[in-house]
């Protein structure tokens, strides 16, 4: 059977996130993607939120501190947001510039969901201050990895972190806002089964990927 190849170029420039619930696999699946990406010829920046710089490291232990449970949701969203905002000055555009694909695990759509459509927080406040932290640089593509929440749970790490210990009626809140960001803006967001297993999980991204960005490829 013949395997589709990407053309390397169309995916230059290109920003492009993972995001989902918690235990949706969507980490396995990037480093999977990046590994692809380089066997491509491409270079490629890969970056993980909240971190993926010194100052947003500190901020996501911050963020992620079982001791923090005094947070408040404002402080809590503007946390994300200004690790993002460090990291799209530092990493991300001059990666886009220089011609790199850039891939994100996790970005805004983590906070429209988590802290917005979970949490409570008005959307147009995120979606505002996202505007001071993306210098209008939102990604090009934004897939989803959904995943029920007994799958979710069986692939979580039993030492939860401050976000992973909100609860089940949260977490379900977190799937379902997931689900409704890819169904309002289907142009930005795409939605892959992440319960299937890994290889197939990995076939459906490159499909994905070959849909939205490439126009001509060979196969193999
Ligand atoms: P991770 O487990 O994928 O590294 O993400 C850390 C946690 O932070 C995860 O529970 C999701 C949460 N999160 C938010 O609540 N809002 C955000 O903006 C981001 C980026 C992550």
Redesign the pocket.
């Known amino acids: 059977m013949g395997e589709q190849q990407f053309s390397a170029t169309s995916l230059q420039g290109k920003f492009i996130v993972f995001?989902g619930p918690?235990g949706s696999g969507?980490?396995t699946q990037i480093t999977r993607f990046v590994e692809w990406c380089r066997g491509q010829g491409l270079t490629v920046k890969e970056v993980?939120?909240?971190?993926g710089t010194s100052i947003g490291e500190q901020i996501?232990e911050v963020?992620?501190a079982t001791k923090n449970v005094e947070m408040t949701l404002p402080c809590?969203?503007l946390l994300?947001?200004a690790?993002?905002a460090q990291l799209m000055e530092q990493e991300v555009i001059p990666a886009i510039e220089r011609g790199e694909i850039v891939v994100a695990?996790?970005?805004?759509?983590?906070?429209?969901?988590?802290?917005g459509y979970?949490?409570g927080l008005p959307v147009h406040w995120i979606e505002q201050v996202g505007e001071v932290a993306l210098q209008e640089k939102w990604p090009d593509l934004t897939i989803i990895f959904d995943v029920d929440g007994e799958t979710a749970s069986r692939r979580l790490n039993p030492l939860l972190?401050?976000?992973?210990l909100?609860g089940q009626t949260f977490h379900k809140k977190?799937r379902e806002g997931f689900l409704a960001l890819a169904e309002n803006e289907p142009e930005k967001y795409a939605v892959i089964d992440s319960t299937a297993p890994i290889d197939a999980v990995e076939e459906g991204v490159h499909a994905l990927v070959q849909e939205r960005f490439c126009s001509s490829f060979s196969s193999k």
């Open positions: 995001d918690d969507k980490s993980r939120e909240p971190g996501r963020l992620l809590e969203m994300y947001m690790s993002r695990d996790r970005f805004i759509s983590a906070t429209l969901v988590y802290q979970a949490g972190d401050r976000m992973e909100k977190v």
